[in-house]
Every structure is written in structure tokens, then in C-alpha cells.
């Protein structure tokens, strides 16, 4: 992407999505690492931005103090240090723009960039004091903007605790910084400082209570925290042509801190994620940004299970469609083949099935129910089906066009008479039995060789019975032998074509034992995948939230401690209710799958036997 584009406008209050940055999303089939910038307007947020496009211009900076960003601006740029991976950068417009007017507004756009973003940069002016705390507003009103479960019972409670879980990293950017990071005398980082300033006070009452909950809901909602403090790059005069300024133009110690900014954003910020820990594309976050902003359209509350589940349901039929493409490509090499024997056939079609589950498999996530693998099981049934009947059909073709032209000098001496003379049939015999010869001598003329055959036989049998009988050099003995002669060789040509179809059934039977392990295996092997992803994710809410009862201790806030120690333990008791009911799940999925393939498999015996 050359420059940045619009992805959300914001017209009049209402917000609706980009068709044209739609289009480029559902295009970008890499995975995404979502940086967005919020904060309020005239800030500098568009300029950190370019920064992480490492150019020096391209999201509108504005030398005035009207906001140049409207709505949400994306830029897709490849990741400086992730191969293959993209970087998406959202610049957001100006939080607490005057001439706007609607503060629900802001809180739509806020929420936004922590729904969408791996890491979400707060920019603030000046200092992190109680003002820029208090303007950060939109911290507070999350929990009714943002729903984590669909459920209606108890979703209030728990509600803020399970965001941390699934929110962005936290930075924030303090720009035109002028003061000494020093407390008591003592030097700090600016992390320290930006735990100093979020610590909470002790105290009851409405103003310490309005005090201490932006810094409580920031800490619970963005248990990972990072600050950056710029000094000011430049002299005020110049600050209106900072987009155009050169790098060396500007203050040394600004450059310093830009890059160890960029740095730390292109090292730490993770590949963006949903519930489950499963990693976006574009493709993906274009599903969830469409998703999202149509729900806030409609005067809803956007739910980040729902719009997973949603986003699952398109990208699982995707996923089965992709499956059946690529075996039916597979398929190519071996169906400009056709005929070809049913054992060729077969290995051709186990490689691209398994070639099909592994691409289904790298694509689909939340299957819970293997709704759309068997889907895609069925649809790869239903082709081979069909490519096997085709075979069938190549060989039937081609084993009747042989027979033709091979007898077609013993049909021109039927016409002829050639036949109806003493000794006839043992000249009939003899053109009939080199017919047969050269027939099976034909190579590869697939599976209904021996059908064909044998109906070809039956075919010529009125004809050599009349020509055997109408023989005056041959007693009555003779020709009875001669037709018990006859009779035995269709038998053995029918038994003969019994043992062709019984070869290909046997094969076919193989193909699905094979295919329904395959399946059971890969299924297994998603479902662990899935449950380590989901453990990994809340191994790290756990750690988060431990250490942030570790420092409310340390501060003495005891109280609070065990409030945290008493949410940590409903954190773990519901982790263990979720691993219970998806190992159940699975089970239960499990055991209906290997019912199936047991009520497969006598089928399939019932009709060898047949």
C-alpha cells in the first residue's frame, strides 16, 4: 500500500466501512500485527504513525488546530522484522475534537482501536498528571461499549476482568515532555513513571473514588503497559513543517526516542489474535472490522464472541472451499489421464485429500462441532464419486471402441457369409479368439475392461451359437461340446468381471477407512492445537493479573489485593468450567465421528459380501 486510506468513515456521527480499504483487507492473506494510535486532537498522533511506516510522510499531519483525521485511516505496510507478516497501522481520529461535539462518538472510535489492534498507543501532551488520567475517559465507559460473551446471565460480572485477556498491549506516549523523570530525588524509567501516575490512592469517598477509577480500569484492562516520553522535536516556530522537515533537523534526543519507540513496537507488538489465541490475516480483520462497525450502526453493543463466531462461520466455509480447490487441482494430472486403474487412481486421490485437510486445516479455526470438515469430507466425497464414475465411463468408452475396431474384419465376414460354409466355425473361432487375445494384450484400459468384455462376449454368444449350428462339418457331438466349451468361457469371463468390481469396491472401502482416520487424526490434532492456544492465552492473563496483585500488596493496598486475589480465583474457575466443556465437546465429537466410521465400515463389509 503506497499510502494510507481511509478504513472507517465517520460521517455526521455515523460510521460505516471503506469499500475500496475493504477490498485491499480481503485481499492481504498474511498475518497482521495492528498498531493503532488514540488520542486527543493536535497531539502528533499521525506523525508516530509515519514513523512505523519508516516514511517520512503519508497520514495527514496538519499545521493547524483543526483535526486532519476523520474516522479510522489504515496503512498496510510490509513488518520491518516478520517475514511475511504485514503491518497494519491505524491512525484514529482526534479524541475530544471541539468541533465535533459527540463524546459517544469518540467512545466508538476508542473502542474500536482496542477491538481491532495488537497494540493500542495512547498519545497525551505534557505530562501523565490527573488531567491526562481523567481525559482518558473512554478507559471507564469500556465495559458498557464492549461485550466479551454473547451470554446474558451474569455478564456484568466478570466483564472487565476478562478484557485484560483480550485487549492490546498498552503504550502510552507522552509528547513535548520537559520534566526531570526524577521521584524523590531518585531517577526513574519512564515505565516507572507511568506506574507512579496510575498508583491508586487509599480513602473512600466520591473524589477519591473518581480518582482512583481511570487508574484501576487502566490497570485491570491493560495489565501489559509501556511508556514513551518524547522531548519536543523541534523550536515552535518550526512544529508547523515538521512533515517536512529532515531527519538531522531535528532535536537528537527526539530521534533517540523515536527510534527506540519504533523499535519496541516492531519487536513486542504481537500478531493479532481473537478469542482462542487464533492469529488474523488481513482477510480476517477485515471480517471483524465489518463485523464491528455494522453492529455500532445498528445502536448495538459489538460483542467479541459474537463477532468471532461470525468471522469462524465465513472463514470455515472459505477454509472448505480452499480444501476442495486444492484437491480438485490434484486431481488434474491423473484426470487428463483417465482411463487409468483404480489402483493409480486411488493414491492420487488419498495425496490430494490429504493435501485438501491440511490446507482446510491451516485455514479453519472454531470448528467445534467439525461442521465444515465434514463438509468439506462430503464435498471431496461427492467429486471423487464423480471422477471415479468419469474413469469408468473414460474406460468403458475406450474398451468398446477397441473391441470395434478389432472386429470389425469378423463383422464384414459375418456380412460376407465368410462363415456359412463347412468349417466356418472353427474359422470364427479362430478370428473371435484373436480378437480376445489382442483385446487383453491392450494396455491400460482402465477398470471396466473385463465388464466390457464380458458383455462383448455376450453380445457375439446368438452369433457363434448360429454359426456353430448351421456347421455341417461338425457332428451333433461336436457341437455340443463346442457350446459347453462356449458356455464355460463366459462364465469364467463373467467371474472375471465379478472380480474387477469387487477389486475397485474393495479399493473404494479402503480409500474411506483411510480417509476417516485421517480425518479423526487431523481433527484431534486441531482440537490440540486449540486448546494450547487457548492455555497459552490464559497463562498470560494469569501472570498479568498475579503480578498485578503482587504490586497492590507491595503498595499496601490490601483491600484491593484481595478483591484481585478473589478475581484471579473466578478467572481460574471459569478457565477450568471452559477446558471441561471443550473437552466434553470434543469427546462427545470424537465418539459420534468413530460411531460413523463403525457404521461405515459394515456397510461397506455388507456390500462386499454382496
Known amino acids: 500500500m503506497d499510502s494510507p486510506m481511509c478504513l472507517v468513515k465517520n460521517a455526521d456521527g455515523e460510521l460505516c466501512v471503506e469499500p475500496e480499504a475493504m477490498d485491499y483487507l480481503m485481499g492481504l492473506k498474511q498475518k497482521v500485527v495492528v498498531v493503532s494510535v488514540v488520542g486527543l486532537y493536535r497531539t502528533g498522533k499521525s506523525y508516530l504513525m509515519n514513523k512505523l511506516a519508516q516514511k517520512r510522510s503519508g497520514f495527514a499531519l496538519g499545521a493547524t488546530i483543526q483535526s486532519k483525521t ?62 491526562a488520567v481523567e481525559k482518558l475517559q473512554y478507559v471507564n465507559e469500556l465495559t458498557e461499549m464492549i461485550k466479551v460473551k454473547s451470554s446474558t446471565v451474569d455478564e456484568e460480572e466478570g466483564e472487565g476482568s476478562q478484557f485484560a485477556q483480550f485487549f492490546p498491549n498498552f503504550v502510552w506516549t507522552v509528547r513535548d515532555f520537559t520534566l526531570q523523570l526524577e521521584i524523590d530525588g531518585r531517577v526513574i524509567t519512564p515505565d516507572q513513571y507511568l506506574e507512579n501516575s496510575l498508583q491508586l490512592k487509599k480513602g473512600y469517598g466520591k473524589k477519591m473514588n473518581d480518582y482512583n477509577l481511570p487508574r484501576e480500569c487502566i490497570r485491570n484492562f491493560f495489565p501489559s503497559r509501556k511508556c514513551f516520553v518524547f522531548p519536543s522535536p523541534t523550536t515552535p516556530d518550526n512544529m508547523h513543517r515538521l512533515d517536512s522537515m529532515d531527519e538531522a533537523e531535528l532535536s537528537g534526543s527526539f530521534r ?44 448495538n453493543v459489538p460483542c467479541l464472541e459474537n463477532a468471532v463466531l461470525a468471522m469462524a462461520k465465513i472463514e470455515n466455509q472459505a477454509a472448505v472451499n480452499e480444501g476442495l480447490a486444492v484437491y480438485q487441482k490434484g486431481m488434474e494430472d491423473v484426470k487428463a489421464l483417465f482411463p487409468v486403474d483404480v489402483n493409480q487412481l486411488s493414491e492420487n486421490h488419498l495425496q490430494s485429500e490429504t493435501q485438501a485437510t491440511k490446507a482446510f486445516m491451516k485455514r479453519s479455526f472454531k470448528d467445534d462441532n467439525g461442521e465444515f470438515l465434514k463438509a468439506l469430507a ?148 486441531k482440537m490440540e492445537e486449540e486448546r494450547k492456544q487457548q492455555q497459552q492465552e490464559f497463562n498470560r492473563t494469569l501472570e498479568r493479573r498475579m503480578q498485578e496483585q503482587k504490586d497492590l500488596l507491595e503498595k499496601g493496598h490490601k483491600e484491593k489485593a484481595d478483591l484481585m486475589r478473589q478475581e484471579i480465583e473466578e478467572i481460574k474457575r471459569n478457565n477450568q468450567l471452559e477446558r471441561d466443556a471443550s473437552t466434553q465437546n470434543q469427546k462427545a465429537l470424537l465418539d459420534e465421528c468413530n460411531t460413523l466410521k463403525c457404521s461405515k465400515a459394515k456397510q461397506d463389509d455388507s456390500c462386499t459380501l454382496l
Open 70 to 131: 476523520k474516522g479510522i485511516w489504515m496503512w498496510c505496510v510490509p513488518h520491518p522484522e516478520k517475514t511475511d507478516h504485514t503491518l497494519v497501522l491505524l491512525d484514529t481520529e482526534g479524541l475530544g475534537d471541539v468541533e465535533k461535539g459527540d463524546s459517544k462518538n469518540d467512545a466508538w472510535i476508542f473502542s474500536l482501536a482496542i477491538l481491532l489492534s495488537s497494540t493500542l498507543v495512547y498519545n497525551s501532551r505534557g505530562t501523565i498528571d490527573n488531567d
Open 256 to 299: 533517540e526516542v523515536s527510534d527506540t519507540f519504533c523499535r519496541f513496537i516492531f519487536q513486542e507488538s504481537r500478531m493479532k489474535t481473537v478469542i482462542g489465541g487464533h492469529t488474523l490475516t488481513g482477510e480476517m480483520l477485515g471480517h471483524l472490522v465489518t463485523t464491528y462497525v455494522e453492529t455500532i450502526a445498528k445502536g
Open 378 to 525: 462430503e464435498a471431496i466425497v461427492n467429486h471423487s464419486d464423480d471422477l471415479f464414475k468419469q474413469n469408468k465411463d473414460a474406460s468403458e468408452k475406450k474398451c468398446k471402441a477397441l473391441l470395434e475396431n478389432l472386429s470389425a474384419l469378423m463383422d464384414q465376414g459375418m456380412k460376407e457369409g465368410t462363415y456359412a460354409t463347412p468349417g466356418g466355425y472353427g474359422l470364427y473361432c479362430n478370428h473371435h479368439d484373436n480378437i480376445v487375445a489382442q483385446y487383453r494384450a491392450e494396455p491400460n484400459k482402465g477398470v471396466r475392461a473385463e465388464e466390457v468384455l464380458e458383455q462383448f462376449l455376450k453380445d457375439k454368444s446368438a452369433e457363434s451359437y448360429s454359426i456353430l449350428q448351421a456347421d455341417k462339418q461338425l457332428t451333433k457331438k461336436e457341437k455340443q461340446i463346442q457350446a459347453e466349451k462356449k458356455k464355460t468361457a463366459e462364465l469364467e469371463q463373467e467371474k472375471a468381471a465379478f472380480r474387477e468390481q469387487q477389486a475397485e469396491m474393495k479399493r473404494r472401502i479402503e480409500n474411506n477407512r483411510i480417509s476417516q482416520e485421517k480425518y479423526l487424526k487431523e481433527m484431534k490434532e
